[in-house]
């Protein structure tokens, strides 16, 4: 995979390089790249949140600021998206949530379906062993842990930074 990198982000473009990737000039990327590294944003005059994904649904650059992530944060993220999509369990009638997940690269599966590798749950109806379930409530621990989103207390813009918060 092709990681264009802004300069000044040597040890950065070093450990990229060692991971195995392609990684090029931010000014001289040209096509094929899938993820840039940007450094020293303004995030209030150019509107670059820690990550940010450009172009139309489905052919999306992701850009990485930097400036707001550490080293390992980084590489998490490039690990991510330089890789299979993550898994989400959906319960029914959550249409407008599984386009958008599904836009951004997620396997999206129905909720109680046997899907291996789900870490996040976004339900909507809060019946039974659900009802005193927070708006983020989290099940199991270490490689085990599950993220459960309730949807009827969350935005769709908080679910969404929510998934791609625990998704990680």
């Not at 769709?156 to 625990?166: D, P």
């Amino acid at each position: 995979m092709k990681i264009a990198i802004q300069t000044g982000l040597k040890s950065l473009e070093e450990l990229l390089k060692i991971k195995g990737y392609d990684v090029v000039p931010f000014r001289e990327s040209g096509l094929g790249v899938k993820i840039s590294i940007v450094t020293d944003i303004d995030e209030a005059y150019e509107e670059i949140d820690p990550v940010t994904f450009y172009g139309p649904e489905g052919d999306e650059v992701v850009i990485l600021n930097a400036t707001q992530l550490s080293e390992e944060d980084v590489l998490r993220y490039v690990e991510k998206y330089a890789t299979k999509p993550q898994t989400v369990a959906l319960q029914n009638g959550l249409e407008d949530i599984k386009e958008k997940l599904a836009a951004k690269g997620y396997d999206v599966v129905a909720y109680g379906d046997d899907a291996k590798d789900v870490r996040v749950t976004v339900i909507n109806s809060v019946i039974g062993a659900y009802e005193e379930l927070d708006p983020v409530s989290f099940f199991g621990e270490g490689d085990n842990e599950m993220v459960v989103l309730d949807a009827s207390k969350l935005t769709e813009e908080q679910i969404m930074m929510y998934v791609e918060k625990y998704t990680v």
